[in-house]
């Protein structure tokens, strides 16, 4: 005799519906679209001049707002969606999701406005981080889920970078903030190494139909760690040639792990080439850092926007692209004009090397190029994804 089933169907919602509870149903919803909105905003005041404020002058106000504004929100909204399907908890979402939204704007507000010292900036910003793990890190226990037990901790790491730095930049710690500075950005290329090493292999056997390919654990141990090892020689101001081994091991290693996957017919697939794209210019950044931070010094500009532009820029951007067409029930096919924002975030890396360059003439004009590739490239994609963000699935279904 067949069996009946007697369970609830899903129930469908309206398709495309804008609406507050769509928006907040999802931690990729909010948390990308401010990201986006913030990150071409913010490249578009410093190339115009802005120069920060007395709490955070100059390259540190620029230097903050990329790393633990922009890529944070990117990172957490990421993870929080993420968690999800990892723990097969309920999503976070709701009135929480709106508080911790707010809490990262309030602190954008805070790192462009407060003068003297920055404790309204580091309460905030550094809250963030910690509202963050906590809410991931709930529903990781609740499901004793030992694979991502690290994960929370290192967005705690990322915390605890955002609150040495802004003591070091206030005179309370008696450290270099450029080297927390550029520490912070290290533990943000440990998360893309992290992340990379999970969803590239996974995509890659979705688009391509070919089996998942699977990694030696110890490779991939040396791969995630090695950013931040370095992270943690920078802060030490380490010169020695320990820094350059490290860089050098986590660059081979991140690029002989990501070939593993590589496939000719890859480059058919932008939502996929753009992943890969990205995760090589943050492991050829992570060699670049080491011989930076050893030998090099001249090359350190170039080292930290490899990283910031070409890894974080090109694959925050990919991510973001590739993870909201599933998210919102959509097929996973790259809509317009997201190539021609690929190609013009890659330009902004490019243009932002050579301008970084030792002995490379034009470095103003250069700079002021990349800043509105950059720009332009998160402006597409707020003008295509934005409206697909605050409406309800095309599929109907919930999230």
Not at 75 to 103: E, I, M
Not at 264 to 281: D, K, M, N
Not at 299 to 309: E, F, K, N, R
Request: charged share 10%.
């Amino acid at each position: 005799m067949p069996l009946i089933r007697l369970d609830n169907p899903t129930p469908k919602l309206p398709a495309n519906r804008p609406g507050w509870d769509a928006f907040t149903a999802m931690a990729f919803r909010p948390l990308y679209l401010v990201a986006a909105i913030f990150g071409a905003l913010a490249v578009l005041a410093w190339v115009a001049g802005f120069t920060g404020t007395a709490a955070l002058p100059g390259l540190f106000w620029h230097g903050h707002e990329m790393i633990w504004g922009y890529a944070g929100a990117v990172v957490v909204g990421f993870l929080l969606t993420a968690v999800a399907t990892w723990t097969g908890q309920p999503a976070f979402s709701g009135r929480p999701l709106v508080g911790l939204t707010l809490l990262w704007l309030a602190a954008r507000v805070a790192a462009a406005t407060e003068g003297g010292t920055p404790w309204i900036t580091g309460a905030l910003s550094v809250g963030f981080f910690v509202a963050g793990a906590v809410a991931m890190g709930v529903p990781v226990w609740r499901a004793r889920n030992k694979r991502n037990a690290g994960v929370p901790l290192m967005l705690l790491a990322l915390g605890l970078a955002n609150a040495l730095f802004l003591c070091a930049l206030s005179g309370g710690l008696d450290l270099d903030p450029r080297r927390l500075l550029l520490a912070g950005l290290l533990v943000v290329a440990g998360f893309i190494t992290l992340v990379g090493l999970r969803v590239i292999p996974f995509f890659t056997h979705r688009a391509l139909q070919r089996p998942q390919v699977s990694h030696p654990r110890w490779a991939g141990l040396v791969a995630m760690l090695s950013p931040l090892v370095l992270a943690a020689l920078v802060v030490n101001g380490s010169s020695s040639s320990l820094a350059l081994v490290v860089g050098i091991a986590g660059m081979i290693f991140n690029l002989v792990l990501l070939a593993r996957n590589a496939h000719g017919t890859a480059r058919q697939h932008p939502l996929l080439w753009i992943l890969y794209v990205g995760y090589a210019l943050t492991a050829i950044g992570l060699g670049l850092t080491g011989l930076a931070v050893s030998d090099a010094p001249a090359l350190l500009s170039a080292a930290v926007h490899m990283i910031a532009i070409g890894g974080i820029g090109v694959l925050t951007l990919g991510m973001m692209t590739r993870t909201a067409l599933g998210h919102t029930g959509r097929p996973l096919s790259l809509p317009s004009p997201m190539v021609p924002a690929y190609v013009l975030m890659l330009l902004a890396a490019v243009l932002r090397l050579a301008a970084a360059w030792p002995g490379m003439p034009g470095g103003g004009g250069l700079i002021h190029a990349a800043g509105a590739c950059f720009a332009l490239a998160l402006g597409l994609f707020v003008w295509r994804y934005g409206p697909w963000l605050v409406s309800t699935r095309a599929d109907g279904m919930p999230g």
